[in-house]
């Protein structure tokens, strides 16, 4: 089993940063494929980025490539999430996943956050 707990989540105004941690236990994630998540009020949860479990290969949504970065701390068994040049549609709820040795294509993930809120103002 694998925990994983969000933090770092606030009110931002657009054009600036925010950067979310998740925070692992019961598993080191090093061995885990890791993802981001988001949900806008009344849309469906869509996928943001991943890192691959072995090596650094990333992947993005097209709607945060070149504004978001994910990074990982496998000593600190934690993941990152860098958003800079953050947009009003970029307000949601993120949620940290973890896949055990998942490819970096996948968007099914084993195990889920409870989410942080992010509000991006005009």
């Known amino acids: 089993q694998v925990q994983l707990v969000e933090s770092g989540g606030g009110l931002v105004q657009a054009g600036g940063s925010l950067r979310l941690s998740c925070a692992a236990s019961?598993?080191?994630?090093?061995?885990?494929?890791m993802g981001w998540f988001r949900q806008a009020p009344g849309k469906e949860r869509e996928f943001v980025a991943a890192?691959?479990?072995?090596?650094?290969?990333?992947d993005y949504a097209h709607s945060v490539k070149g504004r978001f970065t994910i990074s990982r701390n496998n000593a600190e068994n934690t993941v990152y999430l860098q958003m800079n040049s953050q947009k009003p549609e970029d307000t949601a709820v993120y949620f940290c996943?973890?896949?055990?040795?998942?490819?970096?294509?996948?968007?099914?993930?084993?195990?889920w956050g409870q989410g942080t809120q992010v509000t991006v103002t005009s």
């Open positions: 019961g598993r080191t994630v090093s061995s885990y494929t």
């Open positions: 890192i691959r479990w072995s090596g650094s290969l990333k």
């Open positions: 996943t973890a896949r055990y040795r998942g490819e970096i294509i996948t968007r099914s993930y084993d195990y």
